[in-house]
C-alpha cells in the first residue's frame, strides 16, 4: 500500500459531461504527478506539482482539462466537455523531496459513452 | 517518438527460472531509472531503481542491470514466482526533469 488513494476508481459519464477526479497522497508527497494510461501502453506524463504550484503541463493536456493541489496536500483533476477519446485510467502519484520514486495510486479508469 | 522501447510485448517463463524483461531508450540524457509491475484495475506498484551512476542494482528476487553506451536495461527476476505475473514497465527520468517516460510494458507469465 503506497499510501495514495483516489476516487472514484470508476467513472462512466456521458460525451460532453464534466467529470473531476481527486488524489489524495501522503503528507510527505511534496511532489504529485497525473499520468493518463489506455491500453497496451504505458503511463503517459499529464502534469506535475511541487507542493501547490503546477511547474509542468504535458501538451497533452488540453485546456479542457484543468488540474489543482489548492494546499499542497490533495489534487483534483478536472475534465470538461468528455471526449470519447479521454477514456483512459488516470493514474495519480506522489514523490517526496529527495527520492527519485513515484508512488501511485489505484487510478480512476474513466469511460465516456 | 517513443524514447523508452519495451520491445518484447509478453514472455512466458517456468516457475523457478529466471525472467528477463528488457528495456531501451534513445534520450542519452535519461539518468535515473525505474521499474514497475502492474496488476490488472491496479495502479503501479514500485519495484526497483538504478542511477546511471551505477550499473547494477539489486533487491531480493530483483536485479536491474544498467548498460549505458547500449542505453539498456533489464530487469532479472530469480527465481520466477506465478505471483510474479503482471505487466512490467520501465520508466526513465533526466534529472532536473521529474517527470518519467513509460514503456509499453511486458506481460509476464510465470508458469506453475
Known amino acids: 500500500d503506497t499510501g495514495v488513494s483516489q476516487n472514484p476508481r470508476h467513472k462512466i459519464t456521458k460525451r460532453g459531461q464534466n467529470v473531476t477526479f481527486r488524489c489524495d497522497p501522503i503528507s510527505e508527497h511534496n511532489r504529485l504527478y497525473w499520468y493518463r494510461q489506455t491500453l497496451g501502453q504505458g503511463p503517459e506524463f499529464l502534469t506535475y506539482?511541487?507542493?501547490?504550484?503546477?511547474?509542468?503541463k504535458s501538451r497533452l493536456l488540453s485546456d479542457r482539462f484543468s488540474a489543482e493541489r489548492p494546499k499542497g496536500s490533495f489534487s483534483t483533476l478536472e475534465i470538461q466537455r468528455t471526449e470519447q477519446g479521454d477514456s483512459a485510467m488516470y493514474l495519480c502519484?506522489?514523490?517526496?523531496?529527495?527520492?527519485?520514486?513515484?508512488?501511485f495510486g489505484p487510478g480512476t479508469r474513466l469511460t465516456v459513452t | 517518438d517513443q524514447q523508452v522501447k519495451q520491445n518484447s510485448p509478453s514472455l512466458s517463463v517456468q516457475e523457478g527460472r529466471i525472467s528477463i524483461l528488457n528495456c531501451d531508450y534513445t534520450n542519452s540524457m535519461f539518468d535515473y531509472f525505474l521499474w514497475y509491475k502492474k496488476y490488472p484495475a491496479e495502479g503501479p506498484t514500485f519495484l526497483i531503481s538504478?542511477?546511471?551512476?551505477?550499473d547494477k542494482n539489486e533487491d531480493g528476487r530483483f536485479t536491474v542491470f544498467l548498460n549505458k553506451s547500449a542505453k539498456h536495461l533489464s530487469l532479472h527476476i530469480v527465481p520466477s514466482q506465478p505471483g510474479d505475473s503482471a505487466v512490467y514497465f520501465c520508466?526513465?527520468?533526466?534529472?532536473?526533469?521529474?517527470?518519467?517516460?513509460f514503456g509499453t510494458g511486458t506481460r509476464l507469465k510465470v508458469l506453475a
Open positions: 538504478i542511477s546511471s551512476i551505477k
Open positions: 506539482f511541487q507542493n501547490e504550484a503546477q511547474l509542468e
Open positions: 502519484a506522489g514523490q517526496a523531496g529527495g527520492i527519485y520514486e513515484q508512488y
Open positions: 520508466a526513465a527520468s533526466e534529472t532536473g526533469t521529474y517527470k518519467y517516460i
